[in-house]
């Protein structure tokens, strides 16, 4: 079966660099994405890999190593709106979107 | 917004009560799946639809029932409802049924139940 895990919460300050880190067990998969959600509202696209190594998109990055079977959302210059949860998922060939159980991020001033 | 709608956005009813959720896609997607949070939970995923066909099934209730219309919107009938059926429930679309394409959410119906 597949399994994702997070860390469930982390705290950093306003202008730090955190780090989420996400590993999952699943055979093959399409690609690998992560998504932020705000507290009642609806989980928002962020970032997507296929191949191994890093996506840069302004100050969020995400990296991917396949063998390894982990990846990570790098989140630069924080802001107090990055407070949000940071959802893992991964699409596994033919199989539905699994998603992960989410790490609650708080930027602290 | 995501081009996703989503219909009623709050929904307040009572216990052994019947509600229908509404979606539509972001223009052009032929997929829709619906999904379950509850209160500080995960994303569990119920249902996916694709041009109208059933495509998958997860967490889903045999109280809760789905269907995809021709027009490509969708419809969530939950049944008989319990206190524990509270949640988020939402929509997303994508443009085929499988594959890598990004899940597009809209913005959730929020259900009470009393």
């Known amino acids: 079966g597949q399994n994702i895990d997070q860390p469930t919460e982390m705290t950093a300050t306003e202008g730090a660099i955190v780090q989420i880190n996400c590993t999952y067990q699943?055979?093959?998969?399409?690609?690998l994405f992560w998504y932020q959600q705000h507290a009642g509202e609806a989980p928002t696209f962020l970032s997507y890999n296929v191949l191994d190594g890093l996506e840069e998109k302004g100050r969020f990055s995400s990296f991917l190593s396949r063998s390894k079977g982990y990846s990570y959302l790098l989140l630069k210059e924080l802001q107090m709106k990055d407070s949000a949860s940071y959802l893992c998922a991964v699409r596994p060939y033919g199989q539905n979107f699994v998603f992960g159980p989410g790490t609650r991020l708080s930027v602290l001033p | 917004d995501s081009g996703v709608t989503q219909t009623p956005k709050h929904l307040i009813t009572a216990t052994g009560q019947r509600v229908t959720l509404r979606c539509s896609p972001r223009s052009g997607d032929l997929s829709v799946y619906w999904y379950q949070q509850s209160l500080d939970q995960g994303l569990q995923f119920l249902i996916q639809y694709y041009n109208g066909e059933e495509r998958a099934k997860g967490n889903i209730l045999e109280r809760f029932s789905a269907q995809q219309f021709p027009d490509l919107h969708s419809e969530l009938n939950l049944s008989s409802l319990e206190l524990g059926d509270s949640a988020l429930y939402f929509c997303a679309s994508t443009l085929t049924g499988t594959g890598a394409n990004v899940l597009t959410f809209g913005a959730g119906s929020r259900l009470t139940v009393l």
């Open positions: 699943t055979s093959g998969f399409n690609g």
